[in-house]
């Protein structure tokens, strides 16, 4: 059975940062495309990023590129969201979640995923 994990989730304030880890057991990471999806409070869940199976491949929202890195232990079965100058607007709930299917145009998509992980909670104050 797979299983996500996603952890490192805490209340820091704007400008710092925080690792988020997501662990995956039951399966090779490897031949897994994993995402991170955030859920603000009274808001619907939303596409942050997303790393390839094999190739690694990375793509980001506007709102976090250039601030935001997802990446993947392949020899851990770890997958991270590494969030630095973290804003006020980043306080969400943060969702790890895996896919099997070609990682293709429906990457962004909450359907693509067929396996998440319980969330983390991200606070930043202002």
């Known amino acids: 059975e797979v299983q996500l994990q996603a952890s490192g989730g805490g209340l820091v304030q704007a400008g710092w940062s925080l690792r988020l880890s997501c662990s995956i057991s039951?399966?090779?990471?490897?031949?897994?495309?994993i995402g991170w999806f955030r859920q603000a409070p009274g808001k619907e869940r939303e596409w942050v990023s997303c790393?390839?199976?094999?190739?690694?491949?990375?793509y980001y929202t506007g709102s976090v590129k250039g601030r935001f890195t997802i990446s993947k232990d392949t020899t851990s079965d770890t997958a991270y969201l590494q969030m630095n100058s973290l804003k006020f607007e980043d306080t969400a709930v943060y969702y790890c979640?895996?896919?099997?299917?070609?990682?293709?145009?429906?990457?962004?998509?909450?359907?693509?995923?067929?396996?998440w992980g319980q969330g983390t909670l991200v606070t930043v104050s202002s």
């Open positions: 039951g399966f090779i990471s490897d031949d897994l495309a």
């Open positions: 790393i390839g199976k094999s190739d690694g491949s990375t």
């Open positions: 979640a895996a896919a099997r299917g070609p990682y293709g145009t429906d990457r962004y998509r909450i359907g693509y995923y067929e396996l």
